[in-house]
């Protein structure tokens, strides 16, 4: 996905599109014989899935359509769609930058305007960031050991961040505390941020590596490490909420 094709995914869901017209209804009428003459259910069926087809065959003559139309899963606030090839990664998307400004797991908690979920061992550092979402990073942020991210849905189905996979990243199905969940594994996948209108934040974008996304009460939950779907539905079982009461952000 080039500059080009960015721009036009974006102007593409600020404009307003008219619907579709139509077409099976037309091209029946053409194959329908004169009052009196009977015609098979197969002519029929011939007939609709010849629009089906042409349909499908305009849809892929259309690059930025090709990938749109292997969009294999929508869930936490995530948009994971499949690309051919994975857009450069600028050298200036740097971690801290990308996840906001650092505060004190004390700060997070009052501002956050939820209540947490937290492992053990705290934190080595914690960053507030663009839709309100908390990380929380173990490790530094040249070596990342685990990254957390809690975010809240204050909308409907909010795009938080939208995932660029290719070939050699597997996206799996899971089940994560009763809930839904998928699980990004193999080849680093390409990560962009968005902000509250939805927008992604192409100066966000950074590879990541082995990622569990679920939402659960209304907030969206990600785990990146590397580490096993196993150990990673172990990580997710194992936050416990913070013994701090929920107060609204300053």
């Keep these: 996905m080039n500059e080009l094709e ?11 599109v008219p619907e579709t017209p139509e077409l099976a209804p037309g091209v029946l009428s053409r194959t329908t014989p004169p009052r009196g003459r009977r015609v098979s259910v197969g002519r029929v069926s011939l007939a609709v899935a010849f629009v089906l087809v042409a349909l499908l065959a305009a849809a892929l003559a259309i690059p ?3 990938s749109a139309l292997f969009d294999v899963l929508h869930i936490s606030g995530a948009e994971i769609v499949r690309v051919d090839d994975l857009p450069p990664v ?3 998307s740097r971690l801290p930058s990308v996840l906001g400004r650092p505060v004190s797991l004390a700060q997070a908690r009052r501002r956050a305007g939820f209540r ?5 061992p705290r934190p080595d550092h914690v960053y507030l960031g663009v839709n309100n979402t908390v990380w929380f990073l173990n490790g530094t942020p040249t070596q990342v050991q685990l990254l957390v991210a809690q975010t ?3 909308r409907v189905d909010p795009l938080l961040l939208e995932k660029l996979v290719a070939a050699g990243t597997r996206v799996d199905e899971v ?5 839904l969940g998928a699980f990004l594994s193999g080849r680093p996948h390409e990560v962009i941020v968005a902000n509250e209108q939805g927008v992604p934040l192409f100066d966000t974008a950074r590879l990541a590596r082995n990622v569990l996304l679920w939402s659960q009460g209304g907030i969206a939950y990600r785990l990146e490490g590397d580490f096993s779907p196993g ?3 172990r990580l997710a079982r194992s936050l416990r909420w913070s013994s701090s009461r929920v107060r609204l952000r300053l």
Excluded at 8 to 13: A, D, E, N, Q, S
């Design 6 to 16: 960015r721009s036009l995914v974006l102007l593409g869901r600020e404009l307003e």
């Design 175 to 179: 089940g994560v505390n009763g809930a």
């Design 90 to 92: 600028e050298a200036k």
């Design 152 to 154: 809240p849905h204050e």
């Design 116 to 120: 947490l979920r937290e492992l053990e």
């Design 231 to 233: 150990e990673a539905l």
């Design 64 to 66: 930025s359509a090709r």
